[in-house]
């Protein structure tokens, strides 16, 4: 997860070298970035053995992100990950219009607390709702979050995305938002509904 815009970029220069001695690079779910990588488009008009690159959707581990209960749900609306890029602009809006109710977790990047990875998958699990962004307009992919949110069992909002959706439709137990106005719109819904809410969870685990 990195600014793509970015010149001279370390971890551009890390994947360049993964592909020169690497046999199989398995993809945790970058489809797009995947496709420029084949088509040689900047910024990866330098990388080689791009053929080498392949779309594996990654597994949980079942013993730290597990199905959580009702009555652990604590917090209504969250969102997990550092407070940088578009993502603390929704970190803001949130907690602006939802005060106490909306929690922010986790990031070390800039700010926030350093969580286990046991921490976090407890919090995931005591979310009602928990709130999925992408954090640079250039770099749009499917998130972990997003398999580590549904395999607790904990709803989720996901930024509308292509990736997300060629694993994920939204008829299978996700919701997305386009806009500020149809996040506040299902936050909204789905704190009052809680059956629904429950129900897509559970589809999606």
Not at 22 to 31: E, K, Q, W
Not at 110 to 132: D, H, P, Q, W
Not at 149 to 170: A, W
Request: with cysteine; charged share 35%.
């Amino acid at each position: 997860d990195y600014d793509e815009i970015t010149v001279n970029n370390s971890y551009l220069d890390l994947e360049k070298e993964s592909l020169q001695y690497s046999d199989l690079i398995l993809d945790a779910g970058y489809i797009a970035k995947t496709d420029r990588l084949r088509m040689n488009v900047p910024p990866y008009q330098d990388h080689q053995f791009v053929e080498k690159v392949a779309i594996a959707p990654a597994l949980t581990n079942p013993d730290i992100f597990f199905l959580g209960n009702r009555e652990d749900k604590v917090y209504d609306v969250a969102i997990f990950g550092g407070a940088f890029g578009d993502r603390k602009k929704w970190i803001d809006k949130l907690r602006d219009r939802y005060g106490v109710r909306f929690h922010h977790f986790g990031g070390v990047c800039r700010e926030g607390e350093f969580l286990s990875m046991e921490e976090y998958a407890k919090r995931l699990r005591c979310t009602r709702i928990a709130v999925n962004t992408q954090t640079y307009p250039s770099n749009i992919f499917i998130k972990g979050k997003v398999k580590e949110t549904i395999s607790c069992g904990t709803f989720l909002l996901e930024e509308d995305n292509p990736d997300t959706r060629k694993f994920i439709p939204d008829d299978v137990g996700i919701a997305y938002f386009r806009d500020e106005s149809e996040l506040y719109e299902k936050i909204d819904y789905y704190l009052e509904y809680e059956h629904e809410r429950e129900r897509i969870a559970l589809k999606a685990h």
